[in-house]
């Protein structure tokens, strides 16, 4: 890889601010200056450095979000604040995108990646990747909404969903539930729920795959994925 290519992609500004530090003496590859922004470096074998620190070359980054209410799933809107922009510029860098929609009033577990290919794999219907939600109900949810779920319901455009696997974890007049799905239907939750009468009032999805939220994240917050976690999300790619 280029150096100016390496370095502008690790945040160390535009290729032209790139060429300033190069001229400031103030990059080495391997201990040695070097001021050739086209001279091609091996991430895997040299060490670079910018002012004495260790570049960490990173091609993807996995980034676990708590996703609040009022944001969308998306990279980009000309009206309301997108997931991307509660990234801090470093990540933004990245280019990454939220895998798969959380609608605008649903909160929880979403991954954000530049990893096309994971992404791709943890949202391909072959692959059957669970994704699990709690969800308050107005109604109350009963034994036959389980069994109904686990057939698979009929949604309002005759789509037929896989079986969903539903418990109840509270019986009311306001339940409470927690529900497996492996699709990922535009807004299928809700829409499973209309199908069988009854209405979600609250909506947080709780995990993919084999990874579930860290409760520890406030809403709005996120954090880079653990390498055991990541080994989590690309093992259940492959279930």
Do not use: C, W
Request: proline share 3%; net charge negative; no cysteine.
């Amino acid at each position: 890889m280029r150096l100016d290519k390496l370095l502008a992609n690790m945040g160390y500004g535009s290729r032209k601010e790139v060429k300033q530090l190069l001229k400031q003496k103030a990059v080495r590859v391997d201990d040695v200056v070097v001021k050739d922004a086209a001279m091609k470096v091996d991430t895997e074998k040299q060490i670079v450095t910018v002012f004495g620190e260790p570049v960490e070359y990173t091609e993807f980054i996995y980034l676990m979000m708590n996703k609040p209410q009022g944001v969308i799933s998306a990279t980009e809107d000309n009206r309301d604040e997108t997931v991307i922009d509660l990234l801090d510029p470093l990540h933004q860098h990245f280019e990454p995108f939220p895998v798969g929609r959380l609608d605008k009033d649903t909160e929880g577990f979403l991954l954000i990646t530049n990893d096309g290919q994971l992404a791709h794999n943890l949202l391909s219907p072959k692959k059957h990747v669970p994704k699990t939600y709690y969800a308050d109900i107005e109604g109350h949810v009963t034994e036959a909404d389980i069994e109904a779920f686990a057939q698979g319901v009929t949604l309002d455009d005759g789509y037929h969903t896989k079986p969903g696997h539903l418990v109840i974890l509270e019986a009311a007049e306001q339940s409470k539930i927690e529900l497996t799905i492996q699709e990922g239907k535009f807004h299928q939750v809700k829409r499973m729920f209309e199908a069988v009468g009854k209405k979600v009032t609250y909506l947080k999805r709780l995990s993919m795959g084999d990874l579930a939220l860290d409760e520890s994240l406030a809403l709005g917050e996120y954090r880079e994925l653990t390498s055991e976690e990541l080994e989590l999300l690309q093992n259940s790619q492959g279930k």
